[in-house]
C-alpha cells in the first residue's frame, strides 16, 4: 500500500513540474463555464490537453507521459501528431474524473502559456443531426455568439482514419482582465467513441 501511494505521488509531482498547477487551470475553465452558462456537471469532460511551444518539450512530455500512462492512438492531425495517453490515476477536474490526457506537437504557434491549455466536454450529438445543425443547435443552447467576454473558434480537425464527424467548438475568454489563457471546447462524440470510430480499430 505505502508503494502505491508514493508512486501515485511521485506521478502527480512530475505531472505538476511538467504541466503547471492543476488546480490554477481547473479555475480558469470553471470561469469560462460560469461566463457561457455551461452547467459542466451535466456534460462529460472526456479529456483534458496541454500545449508546448517546442518540439524539445514536446518530446520531454511525451517521454514522461510514455513512462507512466498507456498511448491509446497516436495520429496526424491537421499534418501533426497528436497523442491521447490513458493515465494510470485519473485527474479530479470540475467535479469529474477525467482519465485522458492529449499530448499535441507545436505547429509553430506561440502559447503565452505553456502546460495545461484546455479541456472538452461532450454535448452529444442528436440523431439525424449533421454538423452544421449541431453547430447552431449549440451556438443556440448556450447563446454562445453573443456573449461580450467570450471568443468562438468553430473547426472540424481532419484527422486521419475517423469516420465520425468531429465539429470543435472552443471557447475562450477574450476580455485581458481575466487573465484567462484556458481554453473549454465542446464537441459532439466522446474521444472513446471518435478512436472506436477508426477505421483500422
Known amino acids: ?20 498547477d492543476l488546480s490554477q487551470f481547473e479555475q480558469n475553465i470553471l470561469q469560462i463555464a460560469q461566463l457561457a452558462k455551461i452547467d459542466l456537471a451535466k456534460l462529460e469532460i472526456d479529456h483534458i490537453a496541454v500545449r508546448m511551444n517546442s518540439l524539445e518539450k514536446a518530446e520531454k512530455w511525451r517521454t514522461f507521459l510514455l513512462r507512466n500512462a498507456k498511448l491509446l492512438k497516436e495520429s496526424k492531425v491537421n499534418g501533426r501528431p497528436i497523442g491521447l495517453f ?7 477536474l470540475c467535479g469529474q474524473l477525467v482519465p485522458i490526457l492529449e499530448l499535441p506537437f ?3 504557434k506561440a502559447y503565452p502559456q505553456e502546460g495545461w491549455e484546455h479541456v472538452e466536454a461532450v454535448f452529444p450529438m442528436l ?22 467576454d467570450l471568443a468562438l473558434k468553430i473547426s472540424q480537425p481532419e484527422v486521419e482514419g475517423e ?7 472552443a471557447i475562450t475568454v477574450k476580455n485581458a482582465t481575466f487573465c484567462n489563457h484556458s481554453c473549454l471546447k465542446l464537441h459532439p462524440y466522446g474521444i472513446n467513441d471518435v478512436i472506436r470510430s477508426e477505421s483500422d480499430f
Not at 490513458?86 to 479530479?92: A, K, R
Not at 440523431?127 to 461580450?148: D, G, Y
Not at 469516420?163 to 467548438?169: A, D, Q, S, V
Request: net charge negative; charged share 20%.
Open 1 to 20: 500500500m505505502d508503494k502505491i501511494i508514493s508512486e501515485t505521488a511521485n506521478f502527480f509531482e512530475e505531472m505538476v513540474a511538467c504541466f503547471g
Open 86 to 92: 490513458l493515465l494510470p490515476y485519473s485527474l479530479d
Open 106 to 108: 507545436p505547429k509553430g
Open 127 to 148: 440523431e439525424m443531426e449533421n454538423t452544421s445543425q449541431w453547430i447552431e443547435r449549440t451556438l443556440a443552447t448556450f447563446n454562445l455568439t453573443k456573449h461580450p
Open 163 to 169: 469516420r465520425l464527424p468531429n465539429p470543435t467548438i
